[in-house]
């Protein structure tokens, strides 16, 4: 995961699920840890209590917390990006991770190259100039050379039994020469 997406998780896990300007006072509080068992402070139409219970953490239920449903719609799309900041957090990989480490730590890294190769001893200093060459441009590529068939004088395919038969001696008898 790129730090960005790292700062964006940090970003979104930091606010509230009651983020509107009017729950100011709201967020302050701490959520309850148990099961709330009172009821909303605002008044009903009728001029009594209201009976539904306050949102966790507010002393007002949904209705009288002036909260819309464009306000869920907002909070789902944030729940949404939420997950799936988590989720690409999850499938970052060791080899994310060290490279995230690497790019923090790259001018420490950098200092420890020149370190070697300025250093007295020679062996030390052609090391960590060839690590540091073959850390940026690459190891050269290694070629296998293919020969054809028909320049390979031991070309078994297109022997004969006979022929596969007395190489075998051959073999053996070579084999048992040098011992």
């Known amino acids: ?11 979104l896990t930091s606010i ?3 983020e509107t300007p009017s729950d100011a006072r709201l967020q302050s509080e701490p ?12 008044r009903n139409r009728q001029g009594g209590p209201c009976a539904a219970p306050p949102l966790k953490g507010a002393n007002v239920c949904l209705a009288h917390s002036g909260r819309t449903r464009l306000d869920s719609a907002k909070d789902a799309a944030r729940s949404a990006e939420v ?3 988590k989720a ?3 499938r970052e990989t060791l080899r994310d991770k060290l490279a995230r480490k690497l790019e923090e730590h790259a001018d420490e890294v950098v200092a420890e190259y020149v370190a070697g190769i300025r250093s007295g001893d020679p062996n030390r200093a052609y090391r960590a100039a060839e690590a540091w060459i073959s850390r940026v441009h690459g190891r050269p590529k290694e070629t296998v ?4 068939a028909s320049d390979d004088p031991l070309d078994i395919a297109s022997m004969s039994r006979e022929q596969r038969a007395s190489g075998r001696a051959l073999h053996r008898h070579l084999g048992n020469a040098r011992r």
């Not at 959520?31 to 009821?39: R, V």
């Open 16 to 18: 509230s699920a009651l």
């Open 83 to 85: 997950r799936r900041a």
């Open 145 to 148: 050379e293919t020969v054809s």
């Open 31 to 42: 959520p309850p840890n148990t099961l709330q068992t009172d009821c909303c402070a605002a």
């Open 88 to 90: 690409e957090a999850r």
């Open 1 to 11: 995961m790129d730090t960005a997406a790292a700062r964006r998780l940090q970003r």
